[in-house]
């Protein structure tokens, strides 16, 4: 257990569904990242929160939707997802300053 | 801007050999540097990181890195690859604001034959 803990593990959903992916941290830290990762393709950054605020957003399609109510959560919301959309979600936190990341084991989606 | 090049996105060694996993970063403030290892559908590790002071960091399972300025580079080092060190690693720069965003290289797949 990293500190950062990501449900669920994996998820299989329709394109017609509606889900969300969960990810919590008690570190302490005050920013948070959602990262897709696809087989053979670098790590994308999909979305950041510094102190509950989204302070980038990386071209991420519409049907990709965070929040984070608070700065031990973060969520993201999927909906009408695309077969291509399926790939390892990672969220990760990170400390004010120069700390570096902490990850959660992800959540491995497929879209069928 | 901040950038990291990881040379060479697949490496091969056979057990027991040295690992040298080579980065090198274009900053433009004095660099953190980081090195995440990453294992078969897990997310990414800390193997180790760079802030300031010595310029050789030890970090967990044998790996270290050193950090050359007059090379821009960080490469990761281990003197006996086992069989559990197959993994991705990546190497990472923080974005030279305030805030603790990484900037990540392209990944280097380290496969270890017996």
């Known amino acids: 257990e990293t500190g950062v803990t990501q449900t669920p593990r994996h998820l299989v959903m329709g394109m017609t569904n509606k889900k969300s992916l969960k990810c919590e941290q008690h570190?302490?830290?005050?920013?948070m990242y959602w990262y897709k990762q696809s087989a053979k393709k670098p790590l994308e950054l999909m979305f950041v929160?510094?102190?509950?605020?989204?302070?980038e957003n990386n071209s991420v399609p519409s049907r990709f939707s965070p929040e984070c109510p608070n700065s031990s959560h973060l969520f993201l919301h999927l909906h009408t997802l695309q077969p291509e959309d399926s790939a390892l979600y990672l969220c990760?936190?990170?400390?004010?300053?120069?700390?570096?990341?902490?990850f959660g084991s992800g959540t491995r989606l497929t879209v069928v | 801007a901040q950038s990291v090049t990881q040379l060479g996105s697949h490496v091969s060694v056979s057990e027991g050999a040295l690992v040298l996993l080579r980065c090198n970063y274009s900053?433009?403030?004095?660099?953190?540097l980081f090195w995440y290892v990453q294992y078969p559908n897990q997310g990414l590790q800390l193997l180790l990181k760079?802030?300031?002071?010595?310029?050789l960091v030890k970090g967990i399972n044998g790996f270290e890195a050193e950090f050359k300025k007059s090379e821009t580079s960080f490469h990761l080092t281990k003197p006996s690859a086992h069989m559990s060190d197959a993994a991705e690693y990546f190497c990472?720069?923080?974005?030279?604001?305030?805030?603790?965003?990484?900037?990540f290289g392209q990944g280097t797949e380290l496969s270890v034959k017996p």
């Open positions: 990760a936190s990170s400390p004010r300053g120069q700390g570096g990341y902490t």
């Open positions: 570190l302490g830290h005050n920013a």
């Open positions: 929160y510094s102190l509950e605020e989204r302070v």
């Open positions: 900053s433009s403030v004095p660099p953190y």
């Open positions: 760079y802030t300031t002071g010595a310029t």
């Open positions: 990472a720069v923080n974005d030279g604001n305030q805030g603790g965003k990484l900037i």
